[in-house]
């Protein structure tokens, strides 16, 4: 009996530490999703490439999905898996595949289930936090790269904080 009550002293101790024990997080709207991915996949084209762009929201979930008519259907999971791997690794996949391909002890993270350690992946930030990811697939590295920091920007606006 005197083990449960300490038990259940030091968890409401901790608990009101912790404020209200709610945690409020922002995440990225979806017509700013589908605005990033339109961008990124118009970037893209009007370089001649076939693409697809996804878009996740900071969970990882697929928000928005657009894929080229002429895009090969690998393209797919390969957008997807781009913007995973820069959404949980907090980093464009560019960067994240140089350490991960020279030092043995990081290269196991390539192996985690829904990682692609290529370019195109690319963390959206909004005031420092991270709210979701966005991949390119079907061109280069350098070009899917280029494309998803292009849909980023692009808008911009929209990933403008409300006033406070």
Known sequence: MRTFISLAIAGSVSLAAGAQGVVALRTLAQPAAKAIAEAALAECAAQGFHTTVAVVDRAGDLLVLLRDEQANSATIDMARSKAY??????????????????????????????????????????????????????????????????????AEALLKPPAR
Not at 143 to 148: G, R, S, T, V
Request: glycine share 12%; with cysteine; hydrophobic share 45%.
């Open 85 to 154: 791997t820069a959404l949980v690794f907090r980093a464009p996949t560019l960067e994240f595949q140089k350490p991960t391909a020279a030092d043995p002890a990081r290269a196991a993270q390539r192996d985690v289930p829904g990682i692609l350690a290529l370019g195109g992946g690319v963390p959206i930030t909004v005031d420092g936090d991270i709210v979701g990811a966005v991949g390119s697939s079907g061109s280069n590295q350098t070009a899917d790269d280029a494309c998803a920091k292009a849909g980023i920007a692009k």
